[in-house]
T-cell receptor, first 114, second 117 residues
Framework: AQSVTQPDIHITVSEGASLELRCNYS??????LFWYVQSPGQGLQLLLK??????LVQGIKGFEAEFKRSQSSFNLRKPSVHWSDAAEYFC????????????FGGGTRVLVKP | NAGVTQTPKFQVLKTGQSMTLQCAQD?????MSWYRQDPGMGLRLIHY???????DQGEVPNGYNVSRSTTEDFPLRLLSAAPSQTSVYFC????????????????FGSGTRLTVV
């Protein structure tokens, strides 16, 4: 069965500093990988996704993620954080073998200090 | 605006009551799903549907029923509410593959916050 682990429950970062959120997945074949962001009281918005090809994926709001098969990771990065990036971030994995159902990690809450 | 609409936004139920959470999308997506979100557990799949008339169970289906009579609507029914069903519920629909950057992307509703007392 596919699974996703986000090791960091909370991360605090200063505005303007870089941000990296970790995501590790468990799945035998090549998964489909996603990052979503959830602002307080809102639904989830897709930041970026990886299916195949270039392992460095660019997304919206200046985010990028890198797929590393050898490490079973799909970490999310942003070079310079803005106060509006304070939110909860979810990594998710899907696959054809799992009927394309998404499995989510537990989420990482990002706090941005002024 | 195109998207996924969930109603109601908030609901308080007494233990044993039943209710239906509504979900509608206007993007003609075949695939729709229901998730529940609990602190520290991410989103867990309750039920999903790959098209009208076809539904299947997800990770946590007990206590919930779904039906899919039209492409647009995918209601979630709580048969006899329990405090363990206190959660935030999200409905999502998925863009089919083969649509470039949009393919396989999930669009989520804004959620229903349910409290069972």
């Amino acid at each position: 069965a596919q699974s996703v682990t986000q090791p960091d429950i909370h991360i605090t970062v200063s505005e303007g500093a870089s941000l990296e959120l970790r995501c590790n997945y468990s799945y035998g074949a090549t998964p489909y990988l996603f990052w979503y962001v959830q602002s307080p009281g809102q639904g989830l918005q897709l930041l970026l996704k990886y299916f195949s090809g270039d392992t460095l994926v660019q997304g919206i709001k200046g985010f990028e993620a890198e797929f590393k098969r050898s490490q079973s990771s799909f970490n999310l990065r942003k070079p310079s954080v803005h106060w509006s990036d304070a939110a909860e971030y979810f990594c998710a994995v899907g696959s054809k073998a799992a009927g394309n159902k998404l499995t989510f990690g537990g989420g990482t809450r990002v706090l941005v200090k002024p | 605006n195109a998207g996924v609409t969930q109603t109601p936004k908030f609901q308080v139920l007494k233990t044993g009551q039943s209710m239906t959470l509504q979900c509608a999308q206007d993007m003609n997506h075949e695939y729709m799903s229901w998730y529940r979100q609990d602190p520290g557990m991410g989103l867990r799949l309750i039920h999903y549907s790959v098209g009208a008339g076809i539904t299947d169970q997800g990770e946590v289906p007990n206590g919930y029923n779904v039906s899919r009579s039209t492409t647009e609507d995918f209601p979630l029914r709580l048969l006899s509410a329990a405090p363990s069903q206190t959660s935030v519920y999200f409905c999502a629909s998925r863009t089919p593959p083969g649509q470039g950057a949009l393919g396989y992307g999930y669009t989520f509703g804004s959620g229903t916050r349910l409290t069972v007392v």
